[in-house]
């Protein structure tokens, strides 16, 4: 699971930012239909207090959780600026505990699911 353009990371918010992929170029329509829904930008609203409950960026909760999943094998990271990096080799220091794994994975399921028959 990416951390969708960023939007697990909290960086984006309502209403549209006026910079960034969301802003311009004709790839905004694409991100926007994609990943500008309510309940998307509910996930990650509460993403984002997950992560100052627990005192870390939200880009490194992303990544710890991910890396918490059993099933994935290798997470993918990427960064166009140094602080993104470091948030995201934090995560290799941070164990989740068995609560808040459950707590993520709950309030990300519809976001996981998309728009798949359930």
């Known amino acids: ?3 969708s353009s960023r939007n697990r990371t909290g960086k984006y918010h309502h209403p549209f930012p006026a910079e960034g992929r969301f802003a311009f170029g004709t790839t905004a329509k694409l991100y926007t239909d994609r990943y500008w829904h309510d309940r998307e930008l509910n996930a990650v609203n509460a993403f984002v207090k997950n992560s100052r409950g627990v005192g870390v960026q939200p880009a490194t909760l992303a990544v710890a959780w991910v890396m918490a999943n059993p ?7 990427g960064a166009s600026k140094p602080d993104q990096l470091d948030a995201s080799l934090a995560a290799a220091e941070l164990k989740l505990d068995s609560s808040l794994k459950a707590r993520l ?3 990300t399921h519809e976001c996981r699911m998309g728009d798949a028959p359930r």
């Open 105 to 107: 994975d709950e309030l």
């Open 71 to 77: 099933v994935i094998t290798a997470t993918i990271i």
């Open 1 to 3: 699971m990416s951390l």
